[in-house]
Nanobody
Framework: QVQVVESGGGLVQAGGSLRLSCTAS????????MDWYRQAPGKQRESVAG???????NYADSVKDRFTISRDNAKNMVNLQMNTLKPEDTAVYYC?????????????????WGQGTQVTVSS
């Protein structure tokens, strides 16, 4: 089995910073993409940032120049540094990992999600 666990959420004032971390563990051969999503109350889950196994990042327009995603492949970890936070960044933040595992007929990949971590930005 694979477990994905996020940490680092909390309450911060507008203009402040938070750093989220996500670690995948279990029966893992490798991890392809790792992504951060968020879901605000009453809204659909949306992509925030992602990073390939080679370290190439992508960001939603709403967080460009404020958020930075990074990963440590040796630790199966992805981080999200969030600066200049705004009230509209308030949401539950979820980590998703595309994990490659050993399968009966060879390697197989699947998406695994964490349970989410709350980020609240007060005005």
């Amino acid at each position: 089995q694979v477990q994905v666990v996020e940490s680092g959420g909390g309450l911060v004032q507008a203009g402040g910073s938070l750093r989220l971390s996500c670690t995948a563990s279990g029966s893992i051969l490798s991890i392809n993409r790792m992504d951060w999503y968020r879901q605000a109350p009453g809204k659909q889950r949306e992509s925030v940032a992602g990073i390939t196994s080679g370290g190439i990042p992508n960001y939603a327009d709403s967080v460009k120049d404020r958020f930075t995603i990074s990963r440590d492949n040796a630790k199966n970890m992805v981080n999200l540094q969030m600066n200049t936070l705004k009230p509209e960044d308030t949401a539950v933040y979820y980590c998703k990992a595309i994990v490659v595992r050993s399968g009966t007929y060879g390697p197989t990949s699947a998406a695994y999600w964490g349970q989410g971590t709350q980020v609240t930005v007060s005005s």
